[in-house]
């Protein structure tokens, strides 16, 4: 079974400053990917980053980068000089050989 | 480019009523997955499809149904509609196992109301 854990229900950032999301995961399959979604007020999920466990290299997407710390089991994303439009939900999800789990989501605040 | 289509984006429907969401994947995705999101939660897994049948299922009620067609669009049929069905429906897309590519969308979510 797959678990996705996020363990800050809420956050809170200054325009520019840089945030890290938490996430960690446990998973019994050898092969799978780390997602980062954003999901906005109006409730679309927006694609962010995304991690293969054999990636070699952490992800990186404009001002979103993935740390990825395999021994950890822990994919934070990192966003670099946070916008009032990052404002939004963050999910973290892993999928193996199907279907991708949900982290409950951190509730990301940016102030002027 | 081409994003995952589903319709209606917005329904509102009375108890015990039947509602049909449709989704639409990204050209060349074999592969389509249904999940709910309540309000405040997080999203659910519903079932998924690769290559028109049916590949894993999670929470999905008895009640609800469902089906990918030859043109790969999929369609999510929800019977004998109740209170607690209101949620935000997901359609995702993806080619083969997304999961392990990361070449996984979701459209923008087809919102039912059930009164």
């Known amino acids: 079974a797959q678990k996705i854990t996020q363990t800050q229900p809420g956050m809170f950032v200054q325009e520019k400053e840089a945030v890290t999301l938490d996430c960690t995961y446990d998973t019994s399959d050898p092969s799978y990917g780390l997602f980062w979604y954003k999901q906005p007020s109006s409730g679309e999920m927006i694609f962010l980053i995304y991690q293969g466990s054999y990636d070699q290299q952490n992800a990186t997407e404009v001002r979103y980068s993935l740390n990825f710390q395999k021994a950890r089991k822990s994919a934070n994303l990192v966003i670099s000089a946070s916008q009032l439009g990052d404002s939004a939900m963050y999910f973290c999800a892993m999928g193996g050989y199907s279907t991708l789990t949900f982290g409950k989501g951190t509730m990301l605040l940016v102030s002027p | 480019a081409a994003g995952v289509i589903q319709s209606p984006r917005h329904l509102i429907k009375e108890k015990r009523e039947t509602a049909t969401l449709k989704c639409y994947p990204i050209?060349?995705?074999?592969?389509v997955y249904w999940y709910q999101q309540g309000p405040g939660q997080d999203p659910q897994f519903l079932i998924s499809?690769?290559?028109?049948?049916?590949?894993d299922k999670g929470s999905i009620p008895d009640r609800f149904s469902a089906q990918q067609f030859s043109d790969y669009h999929s369609e999510l049929n929800m019977s004998s509609l109740e209170l607690g069905d209101s949620a935000l429906y997901f359609c995702?897309?993806?080619?083969?196992?997304?999961?392990?590519?990361?070449?996984?969308?979701f459209g923008e979510g087809s919102r039912l109301t059930v009164l």
């Open positions: 995702a897309s993806s080619l083969g196992f997304g999961s392990n590519t990361g070449e996984l969308f």
């Open positions: 499809f690769y290559e028109k049948m049916q590949s």
């Open positions: 050209p060349r995705h074999d592969t």
